[in-house]
């Protein structure tokens, strides 16, 4: 079992920042973080494999920086010119290879990111 934890939510006025932090209770394979807003399905914000390749949403890209300590087991998601449209439930995800091209997925509680004035 994995356990994550993530921290770093909260309100911020557009064109402001905030970093959130995702702490695994062991060491994980590829991890990324989604969002979820309210009356949508979760989407994709950004990845990050343990090759180091990143993957990140359109309407995120130039904005939002995905990375990792893995020495603490840490991903983190620094954003920056926040909208009013990342309002949101932002969550964790992480993987650990199970078996031959087969993984199994963690997610974190969630933390709400409010982008409003």
């Known amino acids: 079992q994995v356990q994550l934890v993530e921290s770093g939510g909260g309100l911020v006025q557009p064109g402001g920042s905030l970093r959130l932090s995702c702490t695994a209770s062991r060491g994980v394979n590829d991890m990324g973080w989604y969002r979820q807003a309210p009356g949508k399905e979760r989407e994709l914000v950004a990845s990050?494999?343990?090759?180091?390749?990143?993957n990140y949403a359109d309407s995120v890209k130039g904005r939002f920086t995905i990375s990792r300590d893995n020495t603490k087991n840490t991903l983190y998601l620094q954003m920056n010119s926040l909208k009013p449209e990342d309002t949101a439930v932002y969550y964790c995800?992480?993987?650990?290879?199970?078996?031959?091209?087969?993984?199994?997925?963690?997610w974190g509680q969630g933390t709400q990111v409010t982008v409003s004035s």
């Open positions: 990050l494999t343990t090759g180091g390749s990143t």
């Open positions: 995800n992480a993987r650990t290879l199970i078996g031959v091209g087969t993984y199994y997925n963690y």
